[in-house]
């Protein structure tokens, strides 16, 4: 199947600064999700979002999160105020039905706050 | 709801042994199970997954997973590894919204 491709590859960033990480789905998919990965730990499921609205999300959410699909392809995850903890890698992931259907990763986004 | 548990967090093996990475669910209703793998620097992959029909699914490089229903087991499994292998591998439980995953297995192919 298609990939998802998750833009930039890397971003480094100071400490309180804004960044937004993008996905590019294809544009018939329902469900996305957002997952971190802290260096040498498990994979966190961040947020779900579906027929554009969240459905679920973790505690790791808080405010300083948000994502949207402004233009019903771009589906971006903002962090407001980044923190030196939330360096880490950033996976986004589609699926095309439900809850027996598989997830497809991009190849994620390292995040480096400063 | 569904759960999968992975008992091994790192799973050393010399290149051409078999392999067992094992995982156990726990479900009361229709059950789905995947294996996905992730090698350094890279994003999760989907290696198998069992929905239904025959218990035992096989993916294209080798490996192959085992329904059992009895054990409620679906353990992973390679008759030969390859250093190529090394990576870390997650059993999951499909889920809607909310699709989590565990801790994970490290294999590491010794040459």
């Known amino acids: 199947e298609p990939e998802v491709t998750q833009t930039p590859s890397h971003q480094v960033t100071q400490m309180g600064q804004e960044v937004i990480l993008r996905c590019v789905p294809i544009s018939n998919h329902l469900y996305f999700y957002w997952y971190r990965q802290i260096l040498g730990q498990k994979v966190e499921f961040l947020v779900s979002?579906?027929?554009?609205?969240?459905?679920?999300k973790s505690e790791i959410f808080d405010d300083q999160f948000s994502v949207e699909r402004p233009d019903g392809s771009n589906f971006t995850l903002k962090i407001r105020s980044t923190k030196l903890e939330d360096s880490a890698m950033y996976f986004c992931a589609r699926r095309t039905q439900g809850h027996n259907s598989p997830l497809h990763f991009g190849n994620g986004t390292r995040l480096t706050v400063t | 709801a569904q759960s999968v548990t992975q008992l091994d967090s790192q799973v050393p093996v010399f290149e051409e042994a078999p392999v067992e990475l094992r995982c156990n669910y726990s479900?009361?209703?229709?059950?789905?199970l995947f294996w996905y793998v992730q090698y350094p620097n890279q994003g999760l992959q989907l290696l198998l997954k069992?929905?239904?029909?025959?218990?035992l699914v096989e993916s294209i490089n080798g490996f192959e997973a085992e329904f059992n229903k009895s054990q409620t087991s679906f353990h992973l499994r390679k008759p030969s590894v390859h250093i190529s292998d090394t990576a870390e591998y997650f059993c999951n439980s499909g889920g809607y919204q909310k699709v989590t995953f565990g801790t994970g297995t490290k294999l590491q192919v010794i040459p």
């Open positions: 069992y929905l239904s029909g025959s218990t």
């Open positions: 979002f579906y027929n554009n609205e969240i459905s679920e």
């Open positions: 479900s009361s209703v229709s059950v789905y």
